[in-house]
Protein backbone atom coordinates (compact mmCIF):
# COMPACT_ATOMS: atom_id res chain seq x y z
CA UNK A 1 0.00 0.00 0.00
CA UNK A 2 1.16 3.70 -0.80
CA UNK A 3 -0.16 7.06 0.13
CA UNK A 4 0.99 9.94 -2.12
CA UNK A 5 0.58 13.32 -1.43
CA UNK A 6 -0.35 15.76 -3.41
CA UNK A 7 3.34 13.72 -28.91
CA UNK A 8 3.98 13.16 -33.70
CA UNK A 9 0.16 13.61 -35.73
CA UNK A 10 -2.50 11.56 -33.79
CA UNK A 11 -0.56 9.23 -31.46
CA UNK A 12 -0.97 5.84 -30.56
CA UNK A 13 1.20 6.05 -27.66
CA UNK A 14 1.61 8.42 -24.52
CA UNK A 15 4.68 9.86 -24.41
CA UNK A 16 6.48 9.95 -21.11
CA UNK A 17 8.25 12.22 -19.44
CA UNK A 18 10.86 10.41 -17.10
CA UNK A 19 10.41 10.51 -13.40
CA UNK A 20 12.98 12.60 -10.54
CA UNK A 21 15.96 11.06 -11.11
CA UNK A 22 19.66 11.81 -9.71
CA UNK A 23 20.82 9.81 -6.09
CA UNK A 24 18.26 11.65 -4.11
CA UNK A 25 16.14 12.40 -6.88
CA UNK A 26 16.35 16.47 -7.22
CA UNK A 27 18.25 18.89 -9.01
CA UNK A 28 18.78 22.20 -7.00
CA UNK A 29 17.99 25.09 -8.75
CA UNK A 30 21.01 27.72 -7.96
CA UNK A 31 21.92 28.37 -5.28
CA UNK A 32 20.83 25.55 -2.89
CA UNK A 33 18.03 26.43 -1.23
CA UNK A 34 18.45 25.82 2.88
CA UNK A 35 15.72 25.53 5.63
CA UNK A 36 11.62 23.87 4.14
CA UNK A 37 11.94 23.01 0.18
CA UNK A 38 9.30 21.55 -2.17
CA UNK A 39 10.10 19.21 -5.00
CA UNK A 40 9.16 21.29 -8.63
CA UNK A 41 8.95 19.55 -12.39
CA UNK A 42 9.38 22.25 -15.38
CA UNK A 43 7.35 21.20 -18.65
CA UNK A 44 7.33 23.20 -21.97
CA UNK A 45 4.14 23.01 -23.66
CA UNK A 46 4.87 25.80 -25.89
CA UNK A 47 4.45 26.17 -29.49
CA UNK A 48 6.55 27.97 -31.77
CA UNK A 49 9.80 28.10 -30.27
CA UNK A 50 12.71 26.97 -32.51
CA UNK A 51 14.95 26.60 -29.78
CA UNK A 52 14.67 25.70 -25.94
CA UNK A 53 12.72 27.25 -23.17
CA UNK A 54 13.83 27.50 -19.70
CA UNK A 55 12.32 28.24 -16.29
CA UNK A 56 13.22 30.41 -13.17
CA UNK A 57 12.12 30.29 -9.77
CA UNK A 58 12.68 32.95 -7.25
CA UNK A 59 15.03 34.71 -10.14
CA UNK A 60 17.22 31.94 -10.07
CA UNK A 61 17.63 30.04 -13.42
CA UNK A 62 16.47 26.19 -12.49
CA UNK A 63 19.23 23.62 -13.27
CA UNK A 64 18.33 21.58 -16.28
CA UNK A 65 15.28 23.65 -17.35
CA UNK A 66 16.55 24.28 -20.80
CA UNK A 67 13.50 22.07 -22.54
CA UNK A 68 12.58 21.58 -26.14
CA UNK A 69 8.97 22.14 -26.78
CA UNK A 70 6.96 19.26 -25.59
CA UNK A 71 9.44 18.14 -22.96
CA UNK A 72 9.70 17.80 -19.20
CA UNK A 73 12.94 18.06 -16.70
CA UNK A 74 13.70 14.37 -16.01
CA UNK A 75 14.53 15.36 -12.54
CA UNK A 76 12.79 17.55 -10.30
CA UNK A 77 14.23 20.90 -8.89
CA UNK A 78 14.67 21.54 -4.48
CA UNK A 79 13.19 24.60 -4.34
CA UNK A 80 12.42 27.05 -1.25
CA UNK A 81 9.19 26.38 0.50
CA UNK A 82 6.75 29.55 0.92
CA UNK A 83 6.48 32.91 -0.92
CA UNK A 84 7.47 31.96 -4.51
CA UNK A 85 7.77 32.98 -8.54
CA UNK A 86 8.47 31.68 -11.49
CA UNK A 87 9.25 33.05 -15.34
CA UNK A 88 9.55 31.32 -18.72
CA UNK A 89 11.67 32.50 -21.81
CA UNK A 90 13.80 31.63 -24.49
CA UNK A 91 17.26 29.53 -23.06
CA UNK A 92 20.70 30.54 -24.14
CA UNK A 93 22.77 28.42 -26.75
CA UNK A 94 24.36 26.51 -23.47
CA UNK A 95 21.41 25.88 -21.76
CA UNK A 96 22.64 27.88 -18.44
CA UNK A 97 20.22 30.63 -18.04
CA UNK A 98 17.88 32.89 -20.21
CA UNK A 99 19.07 34.28 -23.22
CA UNK A 100 16.95 37.45 -22.17
CA UNK A 101 13.95 38.82 -20.28
CA UNK A 102 11.24 36.53 -19.12
CA UNK A 103 8.37 36.17 -21.74
CA UNK A 104 6.06 35.23 -18.55
CA UNK A 105 6.22 35.27 -14.74
CA UNK A 106 4.31 33.72 -12.57
CA UNK A 107 4.20 35.73 -9.16
CA UNK A 108 2.20 35.67 -5.40
CA UNK A 109 2.71 31.48 -5.24
CA UNK A 110 3.09 29.92 -2.02
CA UNK A 111 4.59 26.42 -2.06
CA UNK A 112 4.19 23.89 0.94
CA UNK A 113 7.09 22.97 3.04
CA UNK A 114 7.60 18.90 1.66
CA UNK A 115 4.79 20.01 -1.01
CA UNK A 116 5.31 18.37 -5.25
CA UNK A 117 4.24 20.72 -8.10
CA UNK A 118 5.13 20.92 -11.93
CA UNK A 119 5.06 24.25 -13.23
CA UNK A 120 4.13 24.40 -16.79
CA UNK A 121 4.46 27.01 -19.66
CA UNK A 122 2.35 26.64 -22.34
CA UNK A 123 0.58 28.94 -25.38
CA UNK A 124 2.93 30.33 -28.37
CA UNK A 125 6.26 30.89 -27.45
CA UNK A 126 5.83 34.30 -28.59
CA UNK A 127 3.34 35.01 -25.36
CA UNK A 128 3.57 32.07 -23.02
CA UNK A 129 1.14 31.63 -20.14
CA UNK A 130 2.29 29.78 -16.80
CA UNK A 131 0.65 27.48 -14.76
CA UNK A 132 1.74 26.04 -11.30
CA UNK A 133 -0.09 22.43 -11.29
CA UNK A 134 -0.35 21.09 -6.89
CA UNK A 135 0.83 17.45 -7.44
CA UNK A 136 -0.29 15.91 -4.33
CA UNK A 137 -2.69 13.06 -3.69
CA UNK A 138 -3.92 12.64 -0.26
CA UNK A 139 -5.52 8.95 -1.63
CA UNK A 140 -4.14 5.67 -0.06
CA UNK A 141 -3.17 3.64 -3.81
CA UNK A 142 -3.25 0.28 -3.31
CA UNK A 143 -0.58 -1.65 -4.64
CA UNK A 144 -1.57 -2.13 -8.46
CA UNK A 145 -3.27 0.74 -8.95
CA UNK A 146 -1.77 4.32 -9.93
CA UNK A 147 -3.24 8.08 -9.89
CA UNK A 148 -4.00 9.81 -12.85
CA UNK A 149 -5.64 13.25 -14.34
CA UNK A 150 -5.23 14.98 -16.86
CA UNK A 151 -4.90 19.30 -17.57
CA UNK A 152 -5.29 20.52 -20.97
CA UNK A 153 -2.28 22.85 -22.47
CA UNK A 154 -3.57 22.96 -25.67
CA UNK A 155 -5.42 26.12 -25.27
CA UNK A 156 -5.40 26.74 -29.18
CA UNK A 157 -5.27 30.21 -31.18
CA UNK A 158 -9.28 31.18 -31.74
CA UNK A 159 -11.17 33.17 -29.64
CA UNK A 160 -12.42 30.22 -27.69
CA UNK A 161 -10.11 28.73 -25.88
CA UNK A 162 -9.70 24.77 -26.63
CA UNK A 163 -12.05 22.29 -24.03
CA UNK A 164 -11.70 18.10 -24.00
CA UNK A 165 -13.38 15.46 -22.84
CA UNK A 166 -11.11 12.18 -21.90
CA UNK A 167 -12.02 8.63 -22.39
CA UNK A 168 -10.63 5.52 -20.83
CA UNK A 169 -10.11 3.01 -23.80
CA UNK A 170 -10.09 3.77 -27.11
CA UNK A 171 -12.72 5.70 -28.68
CA UNK A 172 -15.85 3.92 -30.01
CA UNK A 173 -15.71 1.47 -27.51
CA UNK A 174 -18.89 2.61 -25.63
CA UNK A 175 -17.01 3.95 -22.60
CA UNK A 176 -17.74 6.23 -20.06
CA UNK A 177 -15.98 9.92 -19.75
CA UNK A 178 -13.44 9.71 -17.08
CA UNK A 179 -12.93 13.30 -17.28
CA UNK A 180 -14.94 16.39 -19.19
CA UNK A 181 -14.53 19.85 -19.77
CA UNK A 182 -11.41 19.91 -19.43
CA UNK A 183 -10.69 23.91 -19.36
CA UNK A 184 -6.95 25.20 -19.88
CA UNK A 185 -4.94 25.12 -17.39
CA UNK A 186 -7.09 23.40 -14.61
CA UNK A 187 -6.19 19.84 -14.09
CA UNK A 188 -8.70 17.37 -13.63
CA UNK A 189 -9.24 15.24 -10.21
CA UNK A 190 -6.89 12.26 -9.60
CA UNK A 191 -8.46 9.24 -10.28
CA UNK A 192 -7.19 5.41 -8.97
CA UNK A 193 -6.99 3.43 -12.18
CA UNK A 194 -5.10 -0.09 -12.70
CA UNK A 195 -1.22 0.32 -13.00
CA UNK A 196 0.12 -1.25 -16.22
CA UNK A 197 -1.09 -0.70 -19.71
CA UNK A 198 -3.54 1.29 -20.25
CA UNK A 199 -5.70 2.90 -23.08
CA UNK A 200 -6.75 6.82 -22.97
CA UNK A 201 -8.84 8.87 -26.22
CA UNK A 202 -9.59 12.54 -25.97
CA UNK A 203 -12.55 14.39 -27.95
CA UNK A 204 -12.29 18.40 -28.73
CA UNK A 205 -15.55 20.14 -27.79
CA UNK A 206 -15.39 22.50 -30.55
CA UNK A 207 -16.25 20.13 -33.88
CA UNK A 208 -16.66 17.23 -31.58
CA UNK A 209 -13.53 16.01 -32.77
CA UNK A 210 -11.94 12.69 -32.06
CA UNK A 211 -7.85 14.12 -31.72
CA UNK A 212 -6.19 11.42 -29.76
CA UNK A 213 -8.59 8.12 -31.07
CA UNK A 214 -6.25 5.83 -28.96
CA UNK A 215 -3.42 6.70 -26.47
CA UNK A 216 -1.18 3.74 -24.66
CA UNK A 217 -0.15 4.74 -21.29
CA UNK A 218 1.72 2.28 -18.97
CA UNK A 219 1.31 3.37 -15.75
CA UNK A 220 3.47 1.91 -12.75
CA UNK A 221 1.45 1.05 -9.71
CA UNK A 222 2.04 3.16 -6.65
CA UNK A 223 2.61 6.36 -9.05
CA UNK A 224 0.85 9.47 -9.43
CA UNK A 225 0.46 10.77 -13.36
CA UNK A 226 -0.58 13.84 -14.75
CA UNK A 227 -1.35 13.17 -18.81
CA UNK A 228 -1.37 16.43 -20.21
CA UNK A 229 -2.65 17.42 -23.55
CA UNK A 230 -0.71 19.23 -25.66
CA UNK A 231 -0.73 20.93 -29.43
CA UNK A 232 2.63 19.22 -31.08
CA UNK A 233 5.27 21.47 -32.31
CA UNK A 234 4.71 21.09 -35.61
CA UNK A 235 1.31 23.02 -36.55
CA UNK A 236 -0.08 20.16 -39.04
CA UNK A 237 0.41 17.14 -36.23
CA UNK A 238 -2.75 18.06 -34.32
CA UNK A 239 -2.53 17.15 -30.36
CA UNK A 240 -0.64 14.17 -28.18
CA UNK A 241 -0.97 13.12 -24.49
CA UNK A 242 2.42 13.50 -22.48
CA UNK A 243 2.50 11.94 -19.05
CA UNK A 244 4.46 14.22 -17.14
CA UNK A 245 4.43 12.10 -13.21
CA UNK A 246 4.70 13.66 -10.09
CA UNK A 247 8.08 13.93 -8.26
Known amino acids: MRKARLIAPIVSAVLLASACGGGDGSTPVDPTPSGPTARVRFFNATTG ?3 SGGFTANGQFASGSALASGQA ?46 VVATGAATSPTL ?36 YMGAFGAGQSPVAV ?5 TPTEFKPVAGGANTFSVVQVQGHSVVIPSG ?21 A ?10
Not at 137 to 163: D, S
Not at 181 to 185: E, L
Open 238 to 247: GFQLVNVPGC
Open 181 to 185: NIAVG
Open 131 to 166: YLLDDGYTGTLPTNQAAVRFVNLAPGTGTTANTFVA
Open 49 to 51: MTG
Open 73 to 118: TPSCATVAAGPTSFGFGAANAGGTGLGGSALATLDGQTLAAGGRYT
Open 216 to 236: AATLQPGTVNTLAIVQSASAS
